[in-house]
């Protein structure tokens, strides 16, 4: 079975108590990864540097995708922002586990918990 180059993915964001939520729903992966770091890239560009990314609705991220969050974690350490993930998927947990980015960039179950963090 191939897998197609048309998966979904969702990208938008809002603003939610003075910060950005970054909402994306489907597969982060090769094919999609580069809309999410579409995204990521025009925020911090805009000068928007507090970001929560929800990925409570993806569940499945590969290393594209990762790699998306950790250059957006550069441009939002470079201007003093932050940047924290909402992750429920365990397979999309354990994908931040084993690379060691739970470390680097903080992890909560809700965007509740985010902004509150």
């Not at 995708?65 to 429920?88: I, M, T």
């Amino acid at each position: 079975m191939c897998q197609s180059a048309d998966v979904d993915l969702d990208v938008s964001a809002r603003e939610e108590g003075g910060r950005v939520v970054v909402v994306a729903i489907g597969e982060v992966d090769v094919f999609t990864a580069p809309q999410l770091d579409a995204e990521l890239s025009r925020l911090t560009a805009d000068g928007r540097v507090d970001l929560v990314v929800d990925l409570s609705r993806v569940d499945f991220l590969d290393s594209t995708g990762l790699s998306a969050l950790v250059k957006a974690l550069k441009r939002v350490r470079e201007a003093d922002g932050r940047l924290v993930v909402v992750v429920v998927a365990d397979r999309v947990a354990k994908v931040f586990r084993l690379t060691g980015l739970d470390q680097l960039i903080p992890l909560h179950p809700s965007v509740a918990e985010a902004l509150a963090g």
